[in-house]
């Protein structure tokens, strides 16, 4: 009894953890108007109707446009702030990294509400441009973050070879340091892509017209439960976990080995 | 070593990072410690150094609630997810064997990764009335009538507890994997029993690891504006729904704006209780 005591806490943890996705999913595929039990199907009648819905469509790419774009922004400017705080020497190093690190203990709602209301006084109007800035806020901390805890002294010794063979220090860049980083760089930059595109405060403060996907599914929770939700909620849980995977087997795995 | 010329250079590699975060994250933060001191007239906003806002907190009963009703439901999550996920986290550590862990923390943590609003409609679809859990209950007969499990604090509860268990077990699992096994062999050759060893041992040596995950814990259960909108309700309100609730109906910036630092401060107090055992460059 004993000896299987931790088992069956395991058992219970993993469909604590599980149920709520697995009822998400299984209805789904829900042949009726309510994602509730009974379960009638399997059908993708409403995986069909949410692929067919203009909005959603619309929605789901300005999701990823907003990702990539706040991703590369954030990663560029995190590796190069990374770059210059581990090969150069700077007064008030300490301050600067605090600094980039702030937005990190912050709610997000927080830093959505302070950029509206810069917004707003300035008279500037609300886009995906704008929820944007606001994901790169939240994701350049984490970027620079992972990118500077990889730099070492291998890749500086391999920096000065180059430099040493006459390589600028753009060629430097380009041909020593970030293949060297590339794991790091690509787990910052999937880690970013995840955030942006579960990311749904700062995103619903700051779109107007055109809004990202979780602010869309956010509307037509208004008007309660549905299959419609169920099936568009699964499809977001599947583009997640297929990038965290993905970090997962080729990123983490390379940089073990 | 370093010349003007290379110090310049680094500058430069700083500079648009820091640019970022100066225009889009201090500026904002400081118009807005700006705006919690300015009223309003009607539409017009004044500018000025008021502390109405602030006083408004003390004096407007629904605001004040608000503020205990975030602290009760945070404290609440954190406690109740710290005590769920220990043993979680200690049974992949040391009951799963070594080949099986890593994939068994990986399944642990997946739904993690689910969008927040996704996540928080899934359990309402758990816990509605004509639910899975009612509909399992009822069919085992141990209820007679559907129970009001949505639109309550213990659906809120129940949606953050879940995302923190996931967060907390990973955190935890770190601490416990980093421990010598030596530690153990030595409290046990000791004459120590296996709950003095953990109560004297491993539990102290984990605190950093507990109290890191906490401190995360309440910084993002707080803050968070979506899991109790959608499984809570309107029954009562956490802080910052009374924000977005400001923000939309009246417009009203600056009581916002004082809320927000209100939030900051409690956030600032909950550090500085954690910092002894905070190990926050270990993330």
Not at chain 1, 13 to 23: D, E, H, Q
Not at chain 1, 163 to 191: C, H
Not at chain 2, 115 to 131: E, I, K, M, N, Q
Request: glycine share 6%.
């Amino acid at each position: 009894m004993m000896r299987l005591l931790p088992w069956m806490y395991l058992a219970v943890a993993f469909v604590f953890i599980y149920l709520p996705v697995a009822t998400l999913v299984l209805f789904s595929f829900q042949d009726g108007q309510l994602p509730v039990p009974p379960f009638n199907g399997p059908s993708l009648r409403w995986y069909g109707d949410v692929l067919g819905d203009s909005r959603l469509t619309a929605a789901l790419i300005n999701s990823v446009l907003v990702a990539l774009g706040a991703s590369l922004i954030a990663v560029t400017l995190g590796f190069l702030a990374a770059y210059g705080l581990a090969r150069h020497v700077l007064p008030g190093s300490a301050l600067i990294r605090a600094l980039l690190i702030a937005p990190l203990t912050v709610s997000y709602l927080i830093v959505g509400l302070g950029l509206l209301i810069v917004l707003t006084q300035a008279g500037l109007g609300l886009s995906l441009v704008t929820a944007g800035i606001g994901h790169v806020v939240i994701n350049l901390p984490l970027a620079f973050a992972i990118i500077f805890a990889a730099m070492g002294a291998q890749q500086q010794n391999a920096e000065r070879a180059a430099r040493d063979l006459g390589a600028n220090e753009m060629q430097v860049i380009l041909l020593v340091t970030v293949p060297m980083l590339a794991p790091a760089i690509g787990a910052a930059f999937f880690l970013s892509m995840t955030f942006s595109w579960d990311e749904f405060i700062i995103s619903f403060l700051l779109t107007r017209f055109d809004v990202t996907l979780p602010v869309e599914i956010w509307s037509m929770l208004r008007s309660g439960l549905s299959p419609r939700l169920n099936a568009i909620g699964s499809l977001v849980f599947l583009v997640s976990i297929a990038v965290v995977l993905t970090l997962e087997l080729f990123v983490f795995r390379k940089r073990r080995s | 070593m370093t010349t003007t010329g290379q110090r310049a250079q680094g500058w430069g590699f700083v500079a648009p990072a820091l640019l970022w975060t100066f225009a889009f994250f201090i500026v904002p933060f400081i118009v807005m410690g700006a705006m919690s001191l300015a009223t309003l007239d009607g539409r017009t906003l004044i500018w000025g150094l008021s502390f109405q806002n602030y006083a408004e907190l003390a004096e407007k009963r629904f605001l004040w609630r608000a503020i205990v009703v975030s602290l009760e439901i945070t404290l609440t999550v954190t406690v109740v997810s710290v005590v769920l996920a220990y043993p979680l986290a200690w049974i992949i550590a040391f009951n799963v064997p070594k080949r099986w862990q890593r994939l068994a923390l990986l399944l642990a943590i997946l739904p993690f990764w689910t969008s927040y609003v996704v996540r928080s409609y899934a359990w309402l679809l758990v816990l509605a009335r004509d639910g899975v859990v009612n509909q399992t209950m009822l069919n085992l007969g141990l209820i007679a009538e559907p129970l009001t499990l949505a639109n309550t604090r213990f659906a809120t509860v129940t949606g953050f507890v879940h995302f923190f268990v996931m967060l907390l077990t990973l955190t935890i699992y770190a601490n416990l994997v980093q421990l010598s096994p030596n530690y153990r062999r030595a409290a046990q050759d000791l004459g120590a029993s296996a709950f003095q060893t953990f109560r004297h041992v491993i539990l102290p040596l984990t605190l950093p690891g507990i109290v890191t995950g906490a401190f995360l814990t309440f910084v993002l259960c707080i803050g968070d504006y979506v899991t109790p909108q959608i499984l809570g309700g309107n029954t009562e309100l956490t802080v910052p729904q009374v924000i977005m609730v400001q923000l939309g109906r009246r417009a009203d910036f600056p009581l916002a704006a004082a809320l927000a630092i209100v939030l900051m401060g409690i956030v600032t107090v909950a550090y500085l209780a954690a910092a002894r055992w905070l190990r926050l460059d270990r993330i």
